[in-house]
Antibody, heavy 120, light 108 residues
Framework: EVQLVESGGGLVQPGGSLRLSCAAS????????MTWVRQAPGKGLEWVSV???????NYADSVKGRFTISRHNSKNTLYLQMNSLRTEDTAVYYC??????????????WGQGTLVTVSS | DIQMTQSPSSLSASVGDRVTITCRAS??????LNWYQQKPGKAPKVLIY???SLQTGVPSRFSGSASGTDFTLTISSLQPEDFASYYC??????????FGQGTKLEIK
């Protein structure tokens, strides 16, 4: 059974750092595209970052230069290192697996989410 | 960047109603359009991918269609468990997997 379990959220002051983890089971992180999506309180979904099976990465403009996505292959775990946090980064952060049929991508498995609150 | 505009932003309907939610892309995205359902406090769940393909395990009362840059999610006969928020997502302009702003479907 495929499962994604996030951890690492919490309260942090503006300018601080936090690292989120997403432990996967039932599939191999390193052979899949993995993403982070966030949702500010009462708001919609915002794609944050992706790491491809080959290891290349991409980021939304809103987090570029501050966030880093990575993975640990032997732990089968995805990470999101968040630096220089701002109040507008407050959100529930979800990790998700991207699957595809032909050239059509979609996010088929999601974690339960972890809340990051940036406040003084 | 491609913008995705959903309408309506909220909708009240009754069990048994036929409901349509629309998503318009700011430019052509072919059929690179997904629909997700999200219930309060839960992660999103994919319903439709590639504009009209039903994800495995999703009830057949859900369907998707496309016409140019306009995409539609239809629920043929609302069930109590369908009251939730719905989001479209484009995957044409990778890696910017933009979501629409969402539609909240409430009980009338």
């Amino acid at each position: 059974e495929v499962q994604l379990v996030e951890s690492g959220g919490g309260l942090v002051q503006p300018g601080g750092s936090l690292r989120l983890s997403c432990a996967a089971s039932g599939f191999t992180v390193s052979t899949n595209y993995m993403t982070w999506v966030r949702q500010a309180p009462g708001k919609g979904l915002e794609w944050v970052s992706v790491i491809y099976s080959g290891g290349s990465t991409n980021y939304a403009d809103s987090v570029k230069g501050r966030f880093t996505i990575s993975r640990h292959n032997s732990k089968n775990t995805l990470y999101l290192q968040m630096n220089s946090l701002r109040t507008e980064d407050t959100a529930v952060y979800y990790c998700a697996r991207a699957s595809w049929i032909q050239q059509f991508y979609y996010f088929d498995y999601w974690g339960q989410g972890t809340l990051v609150t940036v406040s003084s | 960047d491609i913008q995705m505009t959903q309408s309506p932003s909220s909708l009240s309907a009754s069990v048994g109603d036929r409901v349509t939610i629309t998503c318009r892309a700011s430019q052509s995205i072919s059929n690179y359009l997904n629909w997700y359902q999200q219930k309060p406090g839960k992660a999103p769940k994919v319903l439709i991918y590639a504009a009209s393909s039903l994800q495995t395990g999703v009830p057949s009362r859900f369907s998707g269609s496309a016409s140019g840059t306009d995409f539609t999610l239809t629920i043929s006969s609302l069930q109590p468990e369908d009251f939730a928020s719905y989001y479209c997502q484009q995957t044409y302009s990778t890696p910017m997997y933009t979501f629409g702003q969402g539609t909240k479907l409430e009980i009338k």
